[in-house]
């Protein structure tokens, strides 16, 4: 994954992330660093938590909880 920061606050951020996994890839536990807002600009991707799981296309945003565990993969 390689991200950048488009915009930062005090206690949140968004970022342009680009994923390089691929369907072979594993998909691994992770925690939200930070509270942050995330928009997909292309492609798609399965985003699993504790409170369920969505497919993430191109147009939709994700807002990270700091200190939630989450999944992510094709």
């Known amino acids: ?18 994923c390089t996994a691929g369907p072979e890839d ?3 536990e992770e925690v939200h660093d930070q509270s ?6 292309a492609g798609t991707f399965h ?3 504790v409170d369920g799981a969505a497919l993430m296309t191109s147009g939709s945003v994700l ?3 700091r200190g939630r565990c989450f999944a992510s993969g094709d």
């Open 1 to 18: 994954m390689r991200a950048r920061v488009i915009a930062q606050g005090e206690d949140w951020h968004a970022l342009d992330v680009l």
């Open 26 to 28: 594993r998909a691994y």
């Open 36 to 41: 942050s807002v995330s928009v997909v600009l």
């Open 47 to 49: 985003y699993r938590a």
């Open 63 to 65: 807002l990270g909880e």
